[in-house]
Structures are given as C-alpha cells and as structure tokens.
C-alpha cells in the first residue's frame, strides 16, 4: 500500500512536499507473518529526491493487517463479477 499526503513548502513559491508512506505486508493462511514500512519526502523545489527503491524498508508491527486483508477480500471478490451494466455505452 502506498500512502501519499501533499503540502505546501518553504522555497519558491508553488513549491510543495509529497509525504510518502508504503507499506508491505506478508500473509500465510491470512495471518501476517511479517510486516515493513519505508517513509520518505518528495519535494518539487530539490535538486534531487530519495529514490523510493532505494530507501530501507523498517520492519514495523502488523496492526493494520486485518483491515486491509478485509479490503482485498472485497476487491477480489468483486474483480471476478461481471462489469455493471450501468458502464456500458451504447
């Protein structure tokens, strides 16, 4: 999952700040065996920025891993489905 927050930054005016948070979770059974997390900062007015593959995932706790597993559950179950009839252009 990857989580993207955006404000504005000190520096030339428009300059703004992309606070990115990705995080990875590992299943076995549906139960998480292990969990990472990488943060960084993408800003519009640097010369150069992390490069996201780059920076060390954390190993962090698996709190969120019930909701999001629950999440997927729904996507998966509704990718199989035949496309609503409301979508269709005539």
Do not use: H
Not at 44 to 65: D, F, G, H, R, Y
Not at 82 to 89: F, L, V, W, Y
């Amino acid at each position: 999952m990857k989580r993207t927050s955006w404000a504005f930054d000190s520096g030339p005016e428009g300059s703004t700040k992309d606070n990115v948070t990705e995080q990875r979770m590992y299943l076995v059974n549906e139960q998480p065996v292990k969990c990472l997390e990488k943060k960084y900062t993408i800003r519009s007015a640097a010369a150069s920025n992390p490069k996201p593959e780059e920076v060390a995932n954390k190993p962090t706790a698996c709190n969120s891993a019930p909701s999001e597993l629950k999440k997927y559950k729904i996507l998966f179950k509704y990718n199989k489905g035949k496309q609503p009839a409301c979508m269709e252009i005539d």
